[in-house]
């Protein structure tokens, strides 16, 4: 008898611990809010609202039920769902950090306010930071191209970059900065165009740079660089004399090595890096990046 006591205690208890680990479900939601600035408390118009409500599919999966809404002028959203415990919240808008939330659903009627984070930097920069797991024409890449199967000359082009049109580009006489590689030492040399110049920033780290020097120098600027390593990264005066760009170097020589359509034997050397860009001539020197949000991720433009 005592045997079969402690047999149906532990199931008795196996069968609470099961209950215990199901969530609590909800049943016809209806969810309305309003997205607001986190630093201003007003509402951001327009953002769009991407919903998965979690709810249990049986004993032992669960599923999602996928809503999304775009909020009217006053930022004022409204969405349904027939059943959930949980909702992972996406909210996008122009201007600010994408992020996720995360809400449990305790009951069928539920008013909110979703604040979100205004986007780090100022609207007039021009902002591109690049994912450099990945490689494509359109990344910041000041370098050298070798055809290694030529001795005549014409086996080297420089490529350098033109900030004013966010490109690189082979015509020099175009480009803002570009590079020399002396291939016996190893040394590297900036070079900027006869209107421009280069201000290097050391004693620092990329992301203070990025984030904590908000003022570009008026003078100061040379005309070319060598490399020492221990850079965070440079101001650069455009080739119009005006317009000033941070950039920001990734940490190491990129080299590329490759077969070209025709058959020959080609490497690039050179350097990739991520910039900021300011287009706003009466603000020229001016690089106001809050520190607000820099914990978060920021996303890299599109490769």
């Known amino acids: 008898m005592a045997a079969k006591i402690i047999k149906s205690s532990v199931i008795v208890l196996g069968i609470a611990v099961l209950l215990a680990g199901c969530a609590r479900e909800v049943y016809d939601i209806t969810w309305q809010g309003v997205v607001a600035d986190e630093t201003t408390g007003r509402p951001v118009p327009h953002a769009k609202i991407s919903a998965a409500a979690t ?161 570009a120098p008026e003078t100061g600027y040379q005309k070319s660089y060598v490399l020492k390593g221990n850079e965070a990264g440079f101001f650069i005066l455009c080739r119009n004399g005006v317009n000033v760009a941070k950039m920001i170097p990734e940490d190491k020589i990129c080299v590329l090595s490759y077969t070209g359509a025709d058959g020959q034997a080609i490497r690039e050397k050179g350097i990739r890096f991520d910039y900021l860009f300011q287009p706003d001539l009466k603000n020229r020197l001016s690089f106001p990046v809050s520190v607000l949000g820099m914990d978060d991720k920021i996303e890299p433009v599109s490769n």
Request: proline share 4%; net charge neutral; hydrophobic share 40%.
């Open 55 to 215: 709810y249990q599919q049986n004993i032992d999966e669960t599923a999602e039920i996928n809503r999304s809404s775009l909020c009217d002028e006053y930022g004022r959203f409204n969405l349904s769902f027939p059943r959930a415990f949980g909702l992972t919240v996406k909210v996008n808008a122009p201007g600010y950090l994408a992020g996720l939330q995360y809400k449990v659903v305790k009951k069928s009627v539920l008013k909110d306010t979703i604040f979100i984070t205004p986007h780090p930097f100022d609207a007039s920069l021009i902002v591109r930071r690049m994912n450099f797991s990945s490689f494509c024409p359109e990344v910041p890449f000041i370098r050298e191209t070798r055809i290694l199967d030529q001795s005549n000359g014409k086996n080297l082009v420089r490529w350098g970059f033109d900030f004013l049109s966010g490109q690189n580009t082979f015509l020099l006489d175009s480009a803002d900065i570009w590079i020399e590689i002396n291939e016996q030492s190893g040394r590297i040399i900036l070079n900027a165009s006869s209107r421009g110049g280069i201000f290097p920033v050391l004693n620092s780290s990329s992301e203070f740079f990025l984030t904590g020097i908000t003022q």
